[in-house]
Structure formats: structure tokens, C-alpha cells
């Protein structure tokens, strides 16, 4: 299995043929409805049974050796055996660090391995199309490395992987697993179909883009909401985060998005920020989060309990 490892000079047909793969997996998940035993899919969303352990990364951001380090320490070819073992990245694998190309090869190869167990939500870096911003070099590294051929390999091949992934995870009175944050709603109608809703994100470009760039804020008086100083998406206040974590039961948010110290804590600590990228962002820590279902059960709405379940790589 250490071959995942070595996608560095791979060919753009090594590239074109694990891409398409992983992208085939979750077209084909998306048609059966379902991964394993405790998974659901509908759409772009995916919904969990609480699993034997969960193991949550948030963004990397072409940090190719971080991300290897995080695959040893949690000795993944051993926890990605047992299928109620899950991972899930928070998104971000592109841009901003040396190695985004690689990055996407290593977590294809590792779908491609562990299709039932390994899930990849969409980050908004991986939204480009959709929601284009000025940080986005990718692109221009792909025209370095593959010239005229960049164009054909990313409009068909990387753009409908990068569709296929998943936006919204939810692990049944658990979490709630997103990007950015939770949407702003305002007609609490929403929440009779949520589900329904949420499965059909991509034909919802507003409701999108608040999940890829929402982000948490503590608001003055009586506000839900603000405009975001990143120029799209929005600040979202604590009574948004309780009505969603009331409608759906869940107890937390966990998410990426924000640069920290590897972790940081927000609305009464019910939202937990994941940060998994350290070349990029040498001011800040990365780390990962592992839970056993026992931990789950023990931490009961008390979010003050999660840093006992941070690992700093
Ligand atoms: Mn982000």
C-alpha cells in the first residue's frame, strides 16, 4: 500500500485514469444510495451512523508531507480495514502549499483503496467554477507542469471530480460536517425537508456558496448574520448554528476553512475548527481529530472535550 504515496511525476493518463475512478466511485454511490453499513448517500450528502472511529482532517492546501504524516500516524492501512473506520476530509486540498496535484492523487488512490470508509467533502478551492476568488494558483501550476494538454485534463476530468464530491455529512445526534459553515435560513420551512434540500446543493447556488464560505462569528445584539469580509459567503451568529443543530439533532459542527492553531472552538463550543496544513501557514499548527464511538458518547454536547481528541502532527 505505500504505493499511494508515490504519485510525484506521474503521466496525465496515471492522472486522467485515477481521477476518473474516484469520480466513477461516487457517481456509483450516488446511484445505489448507499456505501456500507452505515452510510447513506443522497445527492451531495451523506449521512452516517455513529461509526466505530471517525478520524476528521481539515484543510491541507497542497501540503502533500503533512498530509503523509497524518496517514502514518493514524497507521491507516490497518484503520481503513474495518469499514465502520472512517475518515473524512474537510476539503481545501488545493492551492496555497507546493504539492496540490499530488495531494488530489494521494486522496483518490486512497478512495480508490477504501472506497467505503474514505469521504472527501468539497472545499471552496475546489469550487473555483462556481465561485471564483484571487488566491486560486492551481491552475497555473497544472499549465507548468502539463502545457497545452492542462486544459482537457481539468476541464474533464478534474472539474467533474471536483463536482462529485460531497458538500454536506451529518453523523446521526452527533455532527454535522461541512466546509465553510451552516447557511443562513431564514424560512425554518427548510428544515421540514432539509434532507431533500440538501442533496440537491449543486442546482442551489446560494445555499452553496454559504456552505463553501460560511464562517462563524461571535455577532452583536440580535443579529443571525453578516456579510463576509472575504467577499462571499457569509458570518453566520449562534442562533443559526443552535436552530440547525435543534432541526437536526446533531450536537456540533465540525468544519475547516479558517487557518488556526490545528483547532479552535466557537459558539459555546459547539463548533469545532479543524486545521490539517502546516508548509503553507508556518504561523499555525495542523492536526487531526480521532474519536472512538466511546469518546463520541462520553462527550455528550460538551465541546470542551474535544481537545483531548486533537492530534498535532
Ligand atoms: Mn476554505
Redesign the pocket.
Known amino acids: 500500500m505505500n504505493d499511494l504515496f508515490s504519485v510525484f511525476d506521474h503521466s496525465i493518463y496515471d492522472c486522467i485514469n485515477i481521477m476518473d475512478k474516484t469520480t466513477a466511485i461516487h457517481d456509483n454511490h450516488r446511484f445505489q444510495g448507499f456505501f456500507s453499513d452505515i452510510g447513506l448517500i443522497s445527492g451531495h450528502y451523506i449521512n452516517f451512523q455513529i461509526p466505530e472511529n471517525l478520524v476528521v482532517i481539515g484543510?491541507i492546501h497542497g501540503d502533500f508531507f503533512t498530509l503523509e504524516k497524518i496517514m502514518e500516524r493514524i497507521d491507516f492501512s490497518n484503520y481503513l480495514k474495518n469499514e465502520s473506520n472512517v475518515l473524512i476530509f474537510l476539503?481545501?486540498y488545493i492551492d496555497r502549499g507546493k504539492y496540490s496535484l499530488e495531494v488530489l492523487l494521494l486522496l483518490c488512490k486512497l478512495k480508490n483503496s477504501y472506497p467505503n470508509n474514505v469521504f472527501m467533502l468539497r472545499?471552496?478551492?475546489e469550487a473555483y467554477n462556481h465561485f471564483p476568488f484571487s488566491s486560486y494558483d492551481f491552475y497555473s501550476n497544472l499549465l507548468d507542469k502539463f502545457a497545452h494538454s492542462t486544459k482537457l485534463l481539468y476541464e474533464n476530468h478534474i472539474l467533474p471530480f471536483f463536482e462529485s464530491l460531497f458538500l454536506f455529512c451529518e453523523i446521526d445526534g452527533f455532527s454535522i460536517l461541512t466546509?465553510?459553515g451552516l447557511p443562513v435560513i431564514e424560512n425554518t420551512n427548510f428544515f421540514e425537508n432539509y434532507r431533500f434540500h440538501l442533496s440537491s446543493i449543486l442546482n442551489n447556488l446560494p445555499l452553496l456558496e454559504e456552505i463553501?464560505?460560511n464562517d462563524p462569528r461571535d455577532l452583536s445584539c440580535d443579529r443571525n448574520w453578516s456579510f463576509s469580509n472575504r467577499g462571499l459567503g457569509k458570518y453566520f451568529g449562534i442562533g443559526i448554528t443552535n436552530m440547525w443543530l435543534l432541526k437536526t439533532g446533531c450536537k456540533f459542527l465540525l468544519r475547516?476553512?479558517?487557518p488556526c492553531n490545528g483547532y479552535k472552538l466557537v459558539h459555546d463550543n459547539k463548533i469545532l475548527t479543524l486545521f490539517s496544513s502546516k508548509d503553507p501557514y508556518p504561523k499555525f499548527k495542523s492536526s487531526f481529530l480521532k474519536m472512538s464511538r466511546k469518546d463520541i458518547s462520553e462527550i455528550n454536547g460538551n465541546g470542551l472535550l474535544f481537545p483531548n481528541y486533537i492530534h498535532f502532527v
Open positions: 484543510d476539503g481545501d472545499g471552496n478551492h466546509h465553510g463553501l464560505w475547516g476553512h479558517e
